[in-house]
């Protein structure tokens, strides 16, 4: 019986060693190739393969045959130990200790393994929470749902739904995010794919853009300073020089910028939460559009009359159109149309009129920056350009 014994445990050491020491099928050579065998690899890559118990076992087995007894210091054979095993010297006396303190076991590390008791692993929690994310991650109209609007839903109706016990837990957005991965939904963007090139730094840009901010600087130069902000009290210094400037002729300078900006129907969040149950497809329109057109300036924000100030010009018998200057257009065929330059001189011409009834001329002097509207490269009628020649009429046209 014992002989049976002594059998098996040889034929499982020598399967072990050939396991370890076995070539890889790709590592054969043929009969015209040489191969250099590299033992040192080959015990890095077993070494790789322990498992963290087997490490355990095989750096104390190290560790006592260089100790021998205490004819090596503790120091010296984990530092041996530690170069062979590639584990920090003080991870080596570690395990030593802990070795003889189990009396040479090592019990299992539940690292990794303890399973926490989570609302999240109920399976009726999870067939309304993903109920629930599926009816408003896209809802048209509305935002696209976000993690905070997960984590609203679950502390304020799931968890108080679904809890026992006095006390009920919240959860926050990054645990409320986790737990959109767990149900299976991923971020996605459903943005079309474009390519967008800057042109701020191009060389023309840069050049213009000096001489465009020394051009604003002469302008304020030859001004009086802007009002300053009512919580800000005015030196003695910048007194005297308004004064200077008042004595000199110059007036206040008023700046009035210009832009424009499109609103369409299916402008919306392009990302969101879904699961592979759910079909996100971007509109292929961009919907019905709103075009707005508006001007901003420094002392009293967008361009417009007071209701009092708009009854007072009414009253002193100015022909102006409309008290704001801004301008809506729901562009389209089928709609107001598009914008063009004859609505843009029109908006300028009723922007002008606003301007100089909130600004006299002998006190202010306006500096309009536009930001390349159509009607900046608006013709008079009929000019004389090559576009509006007809072949058949060259001669009636010149």
């Known amino acids: 019986m014992e002989n049976q014994e002594e059998e098996c445990r040889a034929e499982k050491a020598e399967k072990a060693r050939a396991s370890r020491f076995k070539k890889d099928d790709d590592t054969n050579t043929t009969s015209n190739e040489t191969h250099h065998f590299d033992p040192k690899e080959k015990v890095n890559d077993w070494l790789d393969e322990l498992d963290n118990g087997d490490m355990k076992m095989f750096a104390m087995t190290l560790y006592y045959h260089f100790w021998?007894?205490?004819?090596?210091?503790?120091?010296?054979?984990?530092?041996?130990?530690?170069?062979?095993?590639?584990?920090?010297?003080?991870?080596?006396?570690?395990?030593?200790?802990?070795?003889?303190?189990?009396e040479g076991i090592f019990p299992e590390t539940t690292r990794g393994k303890y399973v926490r008791d989570s609302l999240i692993n109920d399976e009726r929690f999870k067939l309304k929470a993903t109920k629930w994310v599926r009816e408003h991650a896209f809802v048209k109209g509305q935002p696209n749902m976000t993690g905070a609007d997960f984590q609203n839903?679950?502390?304020?109706?799931?968890?108080?739904e679904m809890h026992v016990g006095d006390t009920i837990p919240q959860i926050c957005t990054s645990t409320a995010r986790a737990w959109l991965?767990?149900?299976?939904?991923?971020?996605?963007?459903?943005?079309?794919?474009c390519v967008y090139i800057d042109g701020h730094e191009r060389e023309d840009v840069v050049a213009y853009r000096a001489v465009f901010l020394q051009n604003m600087?002469?302008?304020?130069?030859?001004?009086?300073p802007p009002p300053k902000p009512s919580d800000e009290q005015i030196t003695p210094e910048e007194e005297a020089f308004t004064q200077q400037r008042m004595q000199a002729g110059c007036k206040k300078l008023v700046i009035i910028c210009h832009d424009e900006s499109t609103f369409n129907a299916n402008d919306d969040q392009t990302a969101g939460w879904a699961d592979e149950t759910m079909s996100v497809i971007k509109p292929k329109s961009r919907g019905s559009g709103l075009m707005v057109s508006d001007f901003v300036e420094e002392y009293g924000g967008f361009l417009e009359l007071t209701p009092e100030e708009?009854?007072?010009a009414k009253a002193a018998g100015h022909k102006i159109k409309s008290p704001k200057a801004r301008k809506l257009l729901e562009y389209g065929e089928n709609r107001d149309g598009y914008w063009k330059s004859e609505r843009f001189l029109e908006?300028?011409?009723?922007?002008?009129?606003?301007?100089?009834?909130?600004?006299?001329?002998?006190?202010?002097?306006?500096?309009?920056?536009?930001?390349?509207?159509v009607g900046t490269q608006k013709w008079p009628k009929m000019p004389l350009m090559s576009t509006n020649l007809i072949r058949n009429q060259v001669g009636s046209s010149l």
């Open 153 to 160: 839903y679950i502390n304020g109706t799931l968890l108080p």
């Open 217 to 224: 600087l002469d302008d304020e130069e030859s001004h009086l």
């Open 310 to 312: 708009y009854a007072a």
């Open 181 to 193: 991965h767990k149900l299976g939904f991923e971020p996605v963007d459903k943005s079309n794919k």
């Open 68 to 102: 021998n007894n205490g004819k090596e210091s503790v120091h010296r054979a984990s530092a041996k130990v530690s170069k062979i095993i590639g584990k920090d010297e003080r991870t080596i006396r570690a395990w030593k200790a802990q070795f003889e303190k189990e």
């Open 347 to 373: 908006q300028m011409e009723n922007a002008l009129d606003i301007a100089e009834l909130k600004y006299p001329k002998d006190e202010y002097d306006l500096l309009w920056i536009l930001i390349n509207p």
